[in-house]
DNA sequence: GTGAAAGCGCTAACAA
DNA sequence: TTGTTAGCGCTTTCAC
């Protein structure tokens, strides 16, 4: 069936080479923009090309080419839910990516940690992979091992938290000076008629995603809502345990408490202390990332609006992005993109 | 550089032969699931597969098929600023899948027309066309002329609007009944405090997507919001004009308006209406897809919210369905969801 | 500077 | 039921 449909078959390098009277190695050259072809040359090849509508097939490329991949992802070592999801999606993409010539892995390396991170980074033996996925703070150390990688050919991207200072190449993830406005706007509206302190929970001041959300956070409070007030942030580095532990002194010390804004992790500390006290009023919670955790509370109501960015999307992009990087050849930056999702109990998924 | 990297070369189908001891056409035979092969035979080739680890090469299989892919999308023919949005990404996606062996083409019909629809998707040839993507109304005639496209092998998709009566292999877009419902809710907590009535705009009862969002929006505003009147909807086909010229006598009946819920096309006379009457109490305004309309509305605080997809990934991802549900090989599902993005003005794009 | 020729891993006639 | 063989379109030695 569709026999007839099969055949508008596209121009090759054949096609071009007797057009343009030269071999294919030579048309090869012009393609790749390789050194070594007469300038009258490759007018007559680039000719062709024009004339013939040619266009290279990246499948037939791919296996000439015969070049394998091995990308490796640094990852904190904490029970973050959002970070098992990274990993989870890591796995999973690997196993496609294997029908492409690709080899994916992970490392975790302690969380808030920038010497162990550096330590890690300096690990990778940059003859064996093409490129590193680095999430992690922004500090000398890190920027440093960066740089040596970055020396040795290796591809970095920085998914979630950028290190804009370092020399990676790409920054995976949402803008999160925009997901802290986001928040802000949620948590402002969703709190119409009230005034009050709201409380910002993040995890170090030392990961740059959680800095940049309360930097879009207090902007748009500031700007938009006058009758709250943002308290300073509680650090909690992740620790749902920590977070339980200082919270009754937070709620103690302003009764006005209307709002908590949860920009890290750690919600599990957060919904027991929630859960513990059923007489208090319950403050207007915004989260991050939509995970087992953050899922039910949404449907429950204890959370009222969650702001994430799939897991899926930024592995599979931070993926693209080093191949491309590494291949030298284009990125589509509208597909990769990482949306700021917002989830409210009614577009749960 | 990276020399020795490039060398952890995967076993290929001559490994397998080799360890299997067949020809390769039976190892093709066998990873194709192609008939003609013992039971004995197919055994063992499995066995040699596990043992190795083998995994196909998808570049040199597509190499090999030199198969050519013409999938065509079916739009509505109007001003409607989210199908403009398509048909440029459609354009767009189709100059980078020319590398892959894949032509894309669209065709534009007269917009709330099954008809006309029905007769545009009679006239393409099935022999010319390994897919087709349709929008447009679920009614008997579509439905027929879906049918006739997949008694002649060709894959159909829904994009944006589901037709699921029909043959269609999938639905490519949000669940609208969610997105109706994450209006409602957004609506109804940024009216906290008020009571009032809410008008909602759509575009056709023949458009599944509206009456869809229709459903859900009314569900939540039930459940959730008492104080709140939802109004029947108002039917502008998509039509700025018609919209403009009916919203007068809509505020004038209803002096308690407080909500609009836009979940169709003709943004444009909404806008109109309000900018003329700058001494109305201004309605909390929900409306649908971010466009070159919506995102100045949004930022200057017309609008209040918009919920949109991504009319990229709804191209890029319907292509991929339709080709990987005409190569018969599984689609990652997880990947062709498509988002329900809500949008602020702080998140804005 | 340029060309000839041997593959890359898989598929698909055609033979046997 | 199984095997042989000639490619798919491009890249890459190596020779001229």
Request: include cysteine; proline fraction near 5%.
């Amino acid at each position: 069936m569709k026999a007839q449909l099969s055949s508008p078959t596209n121009p090759t390098i054949n096609d071009i080479a007797r057009v343009a009277e030269v071999s294919l190695a030579t048309v090869d050259r012009v393609l790749n923009a390789r050194p070594g072809v007469r300038e009258t040359t490759v007018a007559k090849v680039n000719r062709a090309i024009e004339e013939l509508g040619y266009v290279r097939d990246t499948a037939a490329a791919a296996l000439a080419r015969g070049r394998f991949y091995h990308f490796t992802f640094v990852l904190p070592q904490n029970d973050n839910a959002f970070i098992a999801l990274l990993e989870q999606q890591i796995n999973m993409l690997a196993l496609t990516m294997r029908h492409e010539r690709t080899k994916l892995s992970a490392v975790r390396v302690a969380a808030f940690d920038p010497v162990a991170l550096a330590k890690a980074i300096e690990a990778i033996d940059p003859a064996t992979v093409d490129g590193v996925a680095v999430f992690g703070p922004e500090t000398p150390s890190v920027r440093d091992a960066i740089s040596h990688l970055k020396a040795n050919g290796v591809t970095v991207v920085s998914p979630v938290a950028d290190i804009p200072s370092s020399e990676r190449d790409h920054y995976i993830g949402v803008d999160n000076v925009a997901a802290g406005r986001t928040a802000a706007q949620l948590m402002g509206r969703f709190l119409t008629g009230s005034s009050g302190k709201i409380l910002v929970v993040s995890g170090s001041m030392l990961a740059r995603d959680h800095l940049e959300r309360r930097l879009g956070f207090d902007e748009v409070i500031a700007r938009d809502f006058p009758d709250l007030d943002v308290l300073p942030s509680v650090e909690c580095r992740d620790d749902p345990a920590l977070l339980r532990q200082l919270l009754p002194a937070v709620f103690a010390d302003n009764a006005d408490l209307v709002g908590v804004y949860s920009s890290a992790g750690g919600n599990e500390g957060l919904l027991e202390y929630l859960a513990q006290d059923p007489t208090a009023k319950r403050p207007v919670v915004v989260a991050h990332e939509l995970t087992d955790l953050t899922r039910p509370a949404l449907a429950e109501g204890w959370f009222d609006a969650v702001i994430s960015q799939d897991a899926g999307h930024l592995v599979r992009s931070a993926v693209r992005v080093m191949r491309a990087t590494s291949a030298r050849i284009p990125i589509n930056s509208a597909q990769e993109r990482i949306r700021i999702e917002i989830l409210l109990r009614d577009n749960l998924i």
